[in-house]
């Protein structure tokens, strides 16, 4: 065989310029465009980024593990050159006998320079970490092209109907081809979808100090960069199995008959909008040809419909509100309970735990969690679902009223709409948690700086503050900028695909009514309107399943405070305690927070009903653990505690806590009225009882001098009233709840003298005739209790009376003494300042 090697840019019959070519697009000027468009927007960005990785990226260092997907993406990177490759062998030697067209050489050009370029990327990207980017995945650019190339594939599908082209399969030539495509075009899906779960790139986490088992790397937190890995509907039937039980409302049947009837309206509405395009079919055929009638029937069907149906999209029709009227029962029902589940739960959980998160972010998470739930399930029901349903109904009517092509149109153009929306905002999941992160850091901020504005004024931090809150807001406005570009990838990536079905299917439907080909302009118009019926919610298709998956994001820190495990709950069958003299028994109690930092080590002692035990002792010695645990704040390690014969932590904890009054040392205060703050001791308290309380507790002549008396507002944890009053509402409040067992922590620490000595007084009227454990600051007022226990390093090193305890001479009688040299140079130094200046 001899071969005729000559060289022209495009094949016979066929010119550069010439774009549409017997029902399709030109070889030459695809294979020109495509590829040419691709490689200059990666030649161009990737020399940029290779620029910053050689003059700012520091290399790993470290032999990284080679995963399976990331060996499977490297093969793919460097077959498809190949392939190129050989397709250019076929066709140059086999296929046109040795004629080679410049296009070819074009294409292949571009092809075997973008792919290794590309692998030059993800190297870098893979060894190399810039300053303060934290390796989440692959970059941008590295994203696009591989978009771009998956798009530049699916172009083939323009020339289904050209004559010439290969999908034809009118020769071996064709069948080749057809093999060769379906390989790069999976192969360019494999690749897209690997980019963007990046199985090269590893996480933060895998590059720690092995001194310090931290970070390396300047950015998010251990914790937030786990958070960021993973799709979102992880666990999705677990995640489920929580929610569904808050849906469907068990205990109301008039609820339950909403849903079933929400149902068979959504039903409805798919058989509307199928009828919807039928319908005006019909009529356009009434206007047709040359038997002209007036269908006024067929016309008020149409408008029925319409008015069912609502505009196209079932946004405004009566099926449509009718649901929406029917589901806002559904939606409160929904709202109430997960609220008050969530409510009961943090409630439930321990002391330890509140103290180790913000309220302000605890807050937002709750805000946000409840309101994604509602959310969830009317984008899974009444957005998602009909979508999908509505997409089956059009393929299988195209096919069955119009041929396979119409059916195989909408197929492939719905489903890549809907794949690469749901990978692409997979990947873009981890840039909403990260914004999410920082919303919480700086709503967090926000309030924990208010809560403490008296500290801020103290220390005069206000610029401090503001410098701060600063950075929280540019760092979630950060993390929101690179959220909002994901975002306008994923739309344009959209539109292109929604415009080439469009395209598609729009010329093939005229080429047959202009052909003769069994439809008639009727059909088009069936066809046309029902597309464009169908794309009004497909477009809405990806901002449902954003807001499906940011509800999910929203939802899992509201799923993981409701798994937090309560530390402290009764035991199956727990009885009320029974409460008949108060006694309290302490037997050989060991406690830790930490397992390795014990608090209490073996501590035993008795309070008789009616006496009174004073707890003394250095800082950390475990005096306020032991009130914490009697109020079963905790439960202990080892021993028992005991009031009246009865374990404490065999009997319900309402029970016991109301049997129980504290008054703390730190006083906090609801932000409402004087009244309603004294009435909490016992909320069903009549006003006159509350007004004896605050008369026992020396308070009542105060609160009347206050221009709104009972009713005066005590602020943000009772910031308005002094420390004295604060303290004596505490002690009303506790006198109005009249316990058996009474627990003062350090309640008169942090008062002068003269108020010190005006709050024992009602102290001793909380106390008269009650067990009472009292831990004590200054010794001073303890002096008259029936035992004082002196602790040191979570044990009781000396118990008994104020008198015996000093002629021991051991630790409470040095306390004794310190205590009484303070406050004599104390005395001293007042005296000095109150002499008068020398002339």
Known sequence: MVYDFRMEYCPPNSTFGEIWLNHGTSVCFMDTVAPSVVAAYLLIFAAIEIRMYKKYGTPVGESLPKPFLYKLQVFLTFMLPCLAALRFILQAAVFNHGVVYGYMIVSLGCILTVYPLSYWLIYLERNYLLPSVPPQGHGVILLIFWALQLIAECSAFFNLHQESWWFNLSSFADKVELGIFIVRFASCVFIFILGMKAPGIMPVEHFSSPMDNGPLLAGPSRQETSVNQGSTFRNFFSKMRTLVPYMWPKRDLKLQCYVLICIALLLGGRVINLYVPLYSKLIVDSMTGSDLKFRWDLLLLYVFFKFLQGGGTGGMGLLNNLRSFLWIGVQQYTTREIELELFSHLHGLSLQWHLSRKTGEVLRIMDRGTDSIFNLFNYMLFSIAPTVVDILVAIIYFVSAFNAWFGIIVFLTMGLYMVITMLVTEWRTKFQRSMNLADNAQKARSVDSLLNFETVKYYGAESYEIDCFREAILKFQTEEWKSNITLNILNSLQNFIVCGGLLGGSMLCVHMVVNHEGLTVGDYVLFASYI????????????????????????????????????????????????????????????????????????????????????????????????????????????????????????????????????????????????????????????????????????????????????????????????????????????????????????????????????????????????????????????????????????????????????????????????????????????????????
């Open 532 to 839: 464009i019926q169908l794309y009004v919610p497909l477009n809405w298709f990806g901002t449902y399943y954003r807001l499906i998956q940011k509800n999910f994001v929203d939802m899992e820190n509201m799923l993981e405070l409701l798994k937090e495990k309560q530390e402290v709950h009764d035991i199956p069958g727990a009885k009320a305690l029974e409460v008949k003299g108060a006694t309290v028994e302490f037997r050989n109690v060991s406690f830790s927070y930490l397992p390795e930092k014990p608090v209490l080590k073996n501590v035993s002692f008795i309070v008789p009903a009616g006496h009174t035990v004073a707890l003394v002792g250095p800082s950390g010695s475990g005096k306020s653990t032991i009130i914490r645990l009697l109020f079963r704040f905790y439960d202990i390690n080892e021993g028992t505690i005991i009031i009246d014969d009865q374990d404490i932590s065999q009997v319900t904890q309402e029970s016991l806590r109301s049997a129980i009054g504290v008054v703390p040392q730190d006083t906090v205060l609801f932000n409402n009225t004087i009244r309603f703050n004294i009435r909490y001791g016992r909320i069903n308290a009549f006003d006159h009882e509350i007004i004896s309380a605050a008369q026992y507790a020396d308070i009542h002549d105060k609160i009347l001098n206050f221009p709104d008396g009972y009713e005066t507002q005590v602020g943000e944890r009772g910031l308005k009233l002094s420390g004295g009053e604060k303290q004596r509402v505490a002690i009303a409040r506790t006198l109005l709840k009249a316990p058996s067992i009474v627990l003062l922590d350090e309640a008169t620490s942090a008062l002068d003298t003269e108020t010190e000595r005006n709050i024992q007084d009602a102290l001793s009227r909380v106390c008269a005739h009650r067990t009472t454990v009292v831990v004590a600051h200054r010794l001073s007022t303890i002096i008259n209790c029936d035992e004082i226990l002196v602790l040191k390093d979570g044990e009781i090193v000396e118990r008994g009376t104020h008198s015996s305890l000093l002629n021991l001479g051991g630790v409470y009688n040095r306390m004794w003494n310190q205590q009484i040299e303070n406050e004599e140079e104390y005395n001293e130094s007042e005296k000095g300042n109150l002499l008068p200046e020398k002339p």
